[in-house]
């Protein structure tokens, strides 16, 4: 009896149209498939026509009910992301005819849901049973991200709102970035409750990076809960004694309305002035403070706090222009210069060319474009007065420091720093980039650690294209410009240049100056 069994057993199996792949649903079918698939990597004889007949029993499955939903889309998404354990870029599909031909068949048959009034829990089951899944495979995360931000759907936003709360995810800094761009009432309190993280140096983003970037790239306006929070923490940002975070946070100041923002900026500008007046705080911040407020205004009225909150009132008022009579006197503006830049700073490091051709003579003078920087720093460090804190950094083939810490610029040290900097004849090669590297203190890591870093501005001299090129500048900005808050300043001598000084200055805020000699 048993015998008979097996024999009819077998039959069953050779009738039926799958040979050995029995008959236990199309997505069952199509996993087999893809077992096999998976083994060869191209399609073998009979194996593109199977493929698509099974794929396209197994997206009317996905059509059909929940159940079929369910147990068809993890086969078409595996299929749709084939071998691709990152996020796909579009060249990801264009490998092998073969290959192309499996990911765009699955991914037709999602398109295909996704078209009709089934796309609701199509894209609902993706963020909750995928998105949301570290246990899931990445390459069906990264599937479920891409259709959550093309559709953008409410169940996508609250998967990645849910990722975006675990670091250790691995799909936290996509999700990130995805999230900067999709403005939303949750997403700007998420982003603006970041603020009170405290940033780790391991830590993929700084989180006033990623509120930044949300301000800058999308000129909605944050909602008003998101704008109640960041008022909230502003006022204490913008007061803080840490030069870092006030810098941070006038950034993202600009993400507030004007009549909320502008009288943040004003107690900011007041505190830093006490503080300047008292000995301590920071030219910096005070430069960054009137900068924001004349773009606010399109005025130029100085750095006395008297003279903005005059014009605050007469704003408030309904005024259209300040009110008659006579200023406070402007304070008098600083005449410390550098090739004509004027870097509003007291904490600064100054990386100079000291390659080959800066022994190029300086105009009609007797000395040279090294001499002629050499002095013009002199001049600076000199009218910035001894409060001014300073170190130096020359370039050629290896960068060379005057010191690990800043110092005064006190008369003795300023004597001392010209001696043997004029000692040092120029030579070499135009390696800049060890020389910014060493300038922003970084780690072992590649990482900056604000206790060491204490330059709040960086200032550049190059005459030419750098050994390097410009590749380098955005990545490492991306990756220490959140913690190191530098504002870099650059002076490019003749005409030779390869936009390695333009974006720095760029990425950073700085001034960029192109000079003869």
Known sequence: MLRLLLCLLSLVAVASPQGELGDDGAHTRLQAWHDRWDQRESFWDGAREEYEGLVEAVGADLRRDMAGMQASLPVLMDLAMWNLDKRPARADYLGGRDRMIVRRGARDQIDAALATSWSVPVLKWMADEVLVRKGEPLRRRYLALDYALEHHSAPGQMALLMVGRDETDPLWPVAMDALVTWPGEAVDSFLVSRLGKKFERDSKRHPYTMLLRRIQENPEPLGERATDQLVDRLKVSLLSTDWRETSRAIEVARGLPTERGVPLLLDALSAWTRREQSGGGSRRILDDVVRELRQISGRSIGRNPKN???WWIAVRQGRAELPGGALEPDEQKTEATFFGLRPMTDQVTFIIDRSGSMQTEW????HNRFEEAVDQMMRFLQAAGPMTRFNVILFSDEPLRSSPHLVRATARNLTRARSSLLERIPEGGTNLRPAVELAFRLDSDGNVDPT????????????????????????????????????????????????????????????FLRIGG
């Open 308 to 310: 903005w909150i005059t």
């Open 452 to 511: 060491r870093l204490e330059a709040d501005t960086i200032v550049i001299l190059c005459d030419g294209e750098t050994a390097e090129g410009r590749g380098w500048v955005k990545p490492l900005l991306d990756r220490v410009q959140g913690v190191a808050r530098v504002r870099i300043h650059c002076v490019l001598v003749g005409v030779k240049g390869d936009g390695t000084l333009e974006d720095l200055a760029e990425g950073t805020g700085g001034d």
């Open 363 to 366: 105009g009609t003078t007797e």
